[in-house]
């Protein structure tokens, strides 16, 4: 795997001068021809892994679906349209299902928060129901309820 210093290395700049490339900050033009060059050359990618340790975010949004959306066409409409959107965001998502009962929706959000999502959307049709996870999730919340179905 090709790193930031192989980069730097291979075009005779410092490893900060190709993080600022990398990050869209601002360097000299030869300088950032340069360092595009490398990168396209080497096949250089930026490793998400070091990233999300060293900004303590990982591009990732969490989505649970309630059992009861499961194959409707509302709510794959929603999911059509936040997976798009996070496209353009350069974001993941991560979809987890949420089985109807308070076991699982804890599971699910659990298992989102273990993941340290940036955000969490939480689609259902419990029109009672509040999601109020047992801890705070250190990560943004939304949810939607009682979805029309077509």
Known sequence: MVTMQDVANYVGVSKASVSRVVN???????????ISEAIHILGYHPNLLARALTTKRNSVIGVIVSERLTGNCVST??????????????????????????????????????????????????????????????????QFKRLASF
Do not use: W
Request: glycine share 6%; with cysteine; proline share 4%.
């Open 24 to 34: 869209g900050l601002p360097v000299s033009y030869e300088i950032q021809t340069k």
């Open 77 to 142: 409409e929603i999911l059509s349209q936040l997976l798009e959107k996070m496209c353009d965001l350069k974001k993941t998502l991560l979809v987890v299902r949420d089985n109807g009962d308070a076991d699982s929706l804890s599971a699910g959000l659990n298992s989102l928060v273990e993941q340290h999502c940036e955000g969490i959307i939480y689609l259902s049709v419990r029109e009672k129901e509040k999601f109020a996870p047992n801890s705070s999730p250190k990560c943004d919340t939304l």
